[in-house]
Nanobody, 123 residues
Framework: QVQLVESGGELVRPGGSLRLSCAAS????????MGWFRQAPGKERAFVAA????????DYADSVKGRFTISRDNAKNTVYLQMSSLKPEDTGVYYC????????????????WGQGTQVTVSS
């Protein structure tokens, strides 16, 4: 089993920046990929970004390309999401996800989930 704990969500003004963290514990050596999803009120959970644990280029949703950066610290078993030029439409609960075998744009395909952290972009 793998446990994921997100942190860093808060209220931020449009145009601002924020960094989310996701700390993994447990059987992290078996992980293949970690990612971030977000869910706005009344909407389905949507893919934001993903990164493999062993290398390869990160992957981003079109809506966040050029503004968000996903990175990992293998020594700390932690994945980060650096968000800049934030917009009100970035508001939502941000969830960290992990999987042993793949990554997928569909949230249903991911095995492990954190509890979520709220990001609100508003003036």
């Amino acid at each position: 089993q793998v446990q994921l704990v997100e942190s860093g969500g808060e209220l931020v003004r449009p145009g601002g920046s924020l960094r989310l963290s996701c700390a993994a514990s447990g059987r992290t050596f078996a992980l293949y990929a970690m990612g971030w999803f977000r869910q706005a009120p009344g909407k389905e959970r949507a893919f934001v970004a993903a990164i493999t644990w062993t290398g390869g280029s990160p992957d981003y949703a079109d809506s966040v390309k050029g503004r968000f950066t996903i990175s990992r610290d293998n020594a700390k078993n932690t994945v980060y999401l650096q968000m800049s030029s934030l917009k009100p439409e970035d508001t939502g609960v941000y969830y960290c996800a992990a999987d042993n075998n793949h990554y997928n744009y569909n949230y249903l395909a991911w095995k492990y989930w954190g509890q979520g952290t709220q990001v609100t972009v508003s003036s």
